[in-house]
């Protein structure tokens, strides 16, 4: 294995403007990929195609979807690069992209900051969540899973 997953993530993190909401188009292109947004089927998520330097997401998703889906993709991508490598199991590669994305899109030192700020109120913990969830630009449950 080379570089450890978490350093890629800041990487790429800094890459796209090292802010929350994370630039996701911006990362993209100075990767050197185009976003595709696409009609395709209901069951249809994203893929990544390196050769084409695309990452295709289904336009009739939610928009908070649709940027975990790219940010996954694009975990997916940094992961081979950096040589990890994944025989076998493919869950296991899913499970990787994942990670990285909740990691790129909701860096934890931001999250702690956030969230001790919000907790300085008295609003309920699924209002912060939501606040949370929008100072991010992710979706309500990503943002209740990253608080663990
Ligand atoms: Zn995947």
Redesign the pocket.
């Given at each position: 294995m080379g570089v450890k997953p978490e350093l890629i993530t800041k990487n790429y993190y800094r890459l796209a403007g090292g802010r929350v909401p994370v630039n996701l188009e911006r990362l993209c292109r100075r990767l050197g990929f185009a976003i595709v947004e696409w009609p395709g089927p209901p069951d249809f998520t994203s893929l990544l195609s390196v050769p084409h330097r695309i990452v295709v997401v289904n336009r009739n998703m939610r928009y908070v979807r649709r940027r975990f889906s790219v940010a996954?993709?694009l975990g997916?991508y940094a992961l081979g690069q950096a040589g990890v490598q994944f025989f076998g199991e493919c869950g296991r590669?899913?499970r990787a992209?994942n990670r990285f994305a909740a990691r790129l899109l909701m860096p934890k030192s931001v999250v702690v900051s956030f969230w001790s700020d919000l907790s300085r109120g008295r609003e309920p913990f699924n209002w912060r969540v939501r606040l949370l969830a929008h100072r991010l630009g992710v979706s309500r449950a990503a943002a209740r899973v990253r608080l663990g």
């Amino acid at each position: 294995m080379g570089v450890k997953p978490e350093l890629i993530t800041k990487n790429y993190y800094r890459l796209a403007g090292g802010r929350v909401p994370v630039n996701l188009e911006r990362l993209c292109r100075r990767l050197g990929f185009a976003i595709v947004e696409w009609p395709g089927p209901p069951d249809f998520t994203s893929l990544l195609s390196v050769p084409h330097r695309i990452v295709v997401v289904n336009r009739n998703m939610r928009y908070v979807r649709r940027r975990f889906s790219v940010a996954h993709e694009l975990g997916h991508y940094a992961l081979g690069q950096a040589g990890v490598q994944f025989f076998g199991e493919c869950g296991r590669a899913e499970r990787a992209a994942n990670r990285f994305a909740a990691r790129l899109l909701m860096p934890k030192s931001v999250v702690v900051s956030f969230w001790s700020d919000l907790s300085r109120g008295r609003e309920p913990f699924n209002w912060r969540v939501r606040l949370l969830a929008h100072r991010l630009g992710v979706s309500r449950a990503a943002a209740r899973v990253r608080l663990g």
